[in-house]
């Protein structure tokens, strides 16, 4: 990453064991392009690993920034994410296409795993199922990591093309086969050296920036090759061949012998012996015993599957080689160069460690050159931890490549370093999907990542990595919604801490919404749905959506609300409001239903709707029956007990022109009788201190009382 | 890595964000509040949305109220004053920002206040310039103008008498962030004054049965405990079985445990497990990411400093931000 001023590419803030020494924090530069003076910083955490800080300018110099015409004064709100992919070689697309990929093959091994361990995963078994298991994950993520097509290969093969350059090497994707080469791929368990080997051939390219590498060598040789004339009197051109022979890569060498100038037509009479020598150490190469299954496209050799089938082949491919060292054909060679270089080559194919230390360029190639000619039976981490410390004393490097640090930790076997080097250099996706890998491999290592500890607030390692990369996860809006797989695998504190993220959700855009409450009812979390629903109803309902208000707050079952919004509702009876007004209050009480769970004065404003409804369809040229109905309703409405008693005079008063009503009268003389005593009844009541009055005019309970009594005397009358 | 998203207007003295991140309210000298969206949730692309006076005086701090109570700010203004105002849609008008209620100020000024979710209601607490601690009650959360002073106490553990003549600098407030509904609701609270007693942090927790507030902690060792105290932050928490506090003196920063099981006396276990270099500091502001994980503080050194506990749980500074043009 430019302009950062340590060696450290990635602000992971993921915790790592304390270093023997204190190590000072590493400091990152906050571009934020203010001119004037910082007066203060204020900062805010968004979701994930996103840090808001607002850098502040100092507000008395703003008036002088202004004079001077400068842009300045004010401030400026930057965003820092604090934990990028852990890889400086990822581009935010790509990254976002690994951790989508990856989400299916983490979430199937989980699920087997879940299934396994009911039935007891240290059976035999299911021990050996869960490998295969494990194997499968590892080999989808890595197909994963190289999803990069290569580049078209040409038709017609250049022969002057010694290095391929195919496609473009990830440090990632070499991580992650290191680590599934020794801890998962227990079959290669017998040809790790060989693995190696191929891990090498694919990889060295990727050191070629920090540490000398044969890959640059080739790459250089490559270059000068067009220009060459009479490639066998070039020294680059044996050096370039010795160093490919160095490190297995017998295709490069094969076909680099066949440039020499005595397989020339015109020149091979004159050149017959020498030829002859070329061709001889070609073929010894082309023939050299490997301890593996099978051989890579364009690598050569002799594969042998058994070690004392490989040995025996061994010894006399070595006894052929120490055959020809001797030949007496080497006198007869005139070419001094090809003489030399040929030698050479017999030289670190008998192992000569000071031939093999010329031909390689730094510890790691040393290290497999040493596999291939010197010690072609190491077996066992041990072993080899000990030939890599050799081979590092012998080629030291001053800035290590973070790889290197990774290959040593695995074959020291010490779990803790190689997960202070994956957390370090590869960052959290590695972490959290490479723990099944170690766990799978190493008993040291699951003990390590599952055991709970107190000082983490009673998690694991291994919950801390997904949490970790949860947060990370989280941090974009593109990417939070795969955070669940991981955090739901995290037993302790996962769902805590998917409740914190789904807290923090934008509710009020209705596609975030509607993921959210999906998540919530996936994972049962009732809590944070209803709380989800209560901020979006809020949201609607205060800016103006009164629907969508009330719809959501029920989704909540938010009974405290919706009382709230009933008892507002109360506030319109009795007023005289325009029909818009009027439908648009239906609607809400329609909305919040007549469930008498939902709100106790629901029932008298549903009852008062129909009762309104009836009214405002009464007009005075309607038909009696028409009125009748608005008045039946009048009634009704009046007996119920749930009819608060400060709505029963504006009720009334509403209702003047159906009490006088001049074809006949609407209501009989019970009816009528039963009106007069609620007017009793709220006449005594006005003289208790806690009535409220209702906002009516002065008139209003003599005109209802003298409309009552007309009422009352045209109904005896015509009864 | 660092992108910036805002360009804030001459004069601003303080920004808050709200709970999701996308909007930020920033005030300044002139009493001036401006409110940014970004219209999309995935883009940091922000505008103002709206720009309206709050008071006469210079806005020294803003708070958000909490999502389930709409989109409301309250303003801490120079002059003391405290004033909420809310974002509403009223009667098929416009998009406003109303102002709802001004709290009653009589001669102190309002230091530092926080917000508060219990099950029914939404709680304020303020904390005065003459040391006095005031908790609100929001009963009706559509009517944010109506707020009811639940109780008034000083930040003592045992007050025989009430002490008068206080003077405080400042003071900080921060609630258990919790958002379940279960666990009673509980702050912590520190001053910076003259009163040695009143400025050490104590954990406030409500006793429903006698319906007051009870001091149930003191984070701070008994030499310590008249350091005036410059801010607070409560670490949320995802499962870890005791909370996690951080409190800032003129000394230090310090991370606390507090247990959740109270002992027989209603006292909780409390355990200061990191003494934490503030570099000849002021720290003015400290700040949990949601995993309560990570600690980031900044003050007056300009610089934000981000604090993590490794695998042993010790306290390390992880990384500094520092500022460049």
Redesign the interface.
């Given at each position: 990453?430019p302009g950062l001023t340590s060696e450290s590419d990635d602000?992971a803030?993921v915790?790592?064991?304390?270093e023997p020494e204190n190590?000072p924090?590493?400091?990152?530069?906050?571009?934020?392009?203010?001119?004037s003076p910082?007066h203060?910083?204020?900062?805010?955490?968004?979701?994930?690993?996103?840090?808001?800080?607002?850098?502040?300018?100092k507000?008395q110099l703003?008036t002088a920034t202004?004079v001077d015409g400068r842009e300045?004064?004010?401030?400026?709100?930057?965003?820092?994410?604090?934990s990028?992919s852990g890889d400086e070689e990822v581009d935010a697309a790509r990254w976002r296409r690994i951790a989508y990929g990856s989400v299916t093959p983490f979430a199937l091994l989980q699920s087997r795993k879940h299934s396994l361990s009911a039935m007891s995963l240290d059976n035999p078994p299911y021990k050996a199922q869960w490998w295969e298991h494990v194997i499968e994950y590892s080999k989808e993520i890595n197909s994963l990591l190289s999803d990069r097509k290569s580049p078209p290969r040409s038709i017609i093969e250049d022969p002057k093309s010694v290095v391929n350059e195919t496609a473009e090497p990830m440090c990632l994707k070499a991580a992650w086969e290191l680590l599934e080469i020794f801890y998962v791929d227990k079959q290669s368990q017998s040809w790790i050296p060989e693995r190696l080997l191929d891990w090498l051939a694919d990889y060295d390219p990727l050191f070629s920036g920090t540490v000398p590498t044969i890959h640059s060598k080739l790459v250089d040789f490559q270059q000068e090759l067009a220009g060459v004339q009479v490639v066998e009197e070039d020294p680059n051109y044996w050096e370039a061949i010795a160093s490919a022979l160095s490190i297995g890569w017998l295709g490069t060498v094969a076909k680099l012998l066949r440039l020499h100038g005595s397989y020339r037509f015109d020149q091979l009479a004159s050149r017959e012996t020498e030829n002859g020598l070329v061709e001889a150490v070609a073929v010894l190469i082309s023939k050299m015993p490997r301890m593996r299954p099978n051989l890579r496209e364009e690598n050569l050799g002799e594969c042998y599957k058994t070690k004392p089938d490989f040995m025996k082949a061994w010894e006399k491919w070595r006894a052929q080689m120490t055959k020809l060292d001797c030949s007496s054909y080497w006198l007869q060679c005139d070419h001094q160069q090809t003489r030399e270089g040929l030698k050479n080559l017999i030289q670190i194919m008998l192992g000569n460690p000071s031939v093999l230390s010329n031909a390689t360029f730094n510890w790691m190639e040393l290290f497999i050159s040493h596999f291939l000619y010197v010690r072609p039976f190491t077996a066992g981490l041990e072993s080899m931890y000990n030939l890599a410390q050799k081979c590092m004393q012998l080629k030291p490097i001053s800035s290590p490549h973070k790889l290197f640090g990774l290959v040593l930790g695995i074959l020291g076997e010490n779990t803790e370093v190689v997960l202070a080097e994956c957390s370090r250099s590869f960052g959290p996706w590695m972490m959290a999907h490479a723990v099944e890998l170690l766990t799978a491999g190493s008993t040291h290592a699951e003990i390590l990542l599952h055991e709970e500890?107190?000082?983490?607030?009673?998690?694991s390692?291994e919950e801390?990595h997904k949490?970790?990369y949860a947060?990370v996860l989280?941090s974009h809006?593109?990417t939070w919604q795969i955070t669940p797989i991981y955090l739901t695998s995290c037993i302790?504190?996962g769902?805590?801490?998917l409740?914190?993220?789904l807290?923090?959700?934008?509710?009020q855009?209705s596609q975030?919404l509607l993921k959210s409450i999906e998540i919530c009812r996936l994972y049962e979390l009732d809590?944070?749905s209803s709380?989800i629903m209560?901020?979006a109803g809020?949201?609607h309902?205060?800016?103006?959506r009164k629907g969508s208000g009330v719809f959501w707050l029920q989704q909540a079952r938010d009974e405290?609300?919706l009382n709230?919004?009933a008892k507002?509702l109360f506030d319109f009876v009795g007023k005289s409001v325009s029909d818009e007004g009027f439908k648009q209050w239906e609607g809400l009480i329609e909305l919040l239903g007549s469930e008498p769970r939902t709100a106790g004065g629901l029932e008298f404003l549903n009852k008062y709707r129909d009762f309104r409804r009836s009214l405002l369809q009464v007009h005075g040229d309607t038909p009696t029956d028409g009125a009748r109905n608005a008045a039946e309703a009048l009634v009704s409405l009046m007996k119920n007990p749930s009819t608060p008693q400060r709505f029963w005079l504006p009720l009334l008063y509403d209702s003047l022109k159906l009490l006088n009503w001049q074809e006949r009268p609407l209501l009989n003389v019970s009816q009528t009788q039963l009106l007069l005593n609620k007017l009793q009844e709220l006449s005594m009541a006005r003289l208790r201190p806690d009535f409220v009055e209702a906002d009516l005019p002065s008139d209003s309970l003599s005109s209802v009382r003298l409309a009552l009594a007309t009422n009352l005397g045209r109904a005896i009358l015509e009864e | 890595m660092d992108k910036p998203i805002i360009h804030l207007d001459k004069g601003t003295t303080c920004t808050a964000w709200n709970y999701s991140g996308q909007r930020l309210a920033a005030g300044s000298t002139d009493g001036n509040l401006s409110i940014f969206d970004s219209t999309d949730p995935a883009s940091s692309v922000f505008s103002c949305s709206s720009k309206f006076k709050v008071h006469e005086s210079s806005i020294v701090k803003i708070i958000w109220a909490p999502p389930e109570y709409g989109d409301a700010v309250v303003c801490i203004c120079a002059d003391g004053s405290l004033l909420l105002w809310e974002e509403v849609v009223e009667d098929s008008e416009l998009l406003q920002w109303k102002l709802c209620k001004c709290f009653d100020r009589i001669s102190s000024q309002v230091l530092d206040v926080q917000f508060g979710v219990s099950k029914t209601s939404l709680k304020l607490v303020a904390a005065y310039s003459d040391g006095q601690v005031k908790v609100f009650e929001l009963l009706d959360p559509f009517e944010l103008k109506n707020w009811q002073l639940q109780a008034e106490f000083q930040n003592v553990i045992e007050s025989v008498s009430k002490f008068g003549n206080v003077s405080c600098q400042s003071a900080s407030i921060a609630w258990n962030p919790l958002k379940g509904e279960i666990q009673q609701s509980s702050f912590v609270l520190g001053f910076n004054s003259d009163m040695p007693q009143m400025n050490s942090s104590k954990v406030w927790e409500f006793d429903q049965d006698h319906q007051r507030w009870l001091p149930v902690a003191e984070l701070a060792l008994p030499a310590d405990k008249g350091d005036p105290v410059s801010t607070v932050a409560w670490a949320p928490n995802i499962g870890r079985p005791y909370e996690l506090i951080a409190i800032s003196t003129s000394k230090e920063i310090a991370i606390w445990h507090v247990g959740s099981n109270p002992d027989p006396g209603g006292r909780l276990s409390v355990e200061k497990v990191a003494t934490l270099s503030t570099h000849d500091s002021e720290v003015w502001q400290m700040e949990w990411d949601m995993s309560g994980m990570t600690l980031a503080t900044t003050g007056s050194d300009d610089v934000v400093r981000l604090w993590q506990s490794d695998l042993n749980g010790v306290w390390h500074e992880q990384a500094v931000l520092e500022p460049t043009s």
């Open positions: 990453m602000l803030m915790p790592v064991s304390s190590h924090a590493v400091i990152y530069p906050l571009h934020h392009g203010l001119k910082i203060r910083l204020s900062i805010s955490w968004a979701r994930g690993n996103t840090l808001q800080v607002s850098v502040l300018g507000p703003d202004d300045g004064g004010g401030g400026r709100v930057v965003e820092v994410k604090l990028n500890r107190s000082k983490l607030g009673g998690i390692i801390l949490l970790v947060q989280s809006a593109f302790k504190q769902i805590g801490l409740e914190n993220l807290y923090k959700q934008p509710v855009h975030i809590t944070i709380n209560r901020i809020m949201h309902w205060k800016h103006g405290f609300r709230r919004i507002q | -």
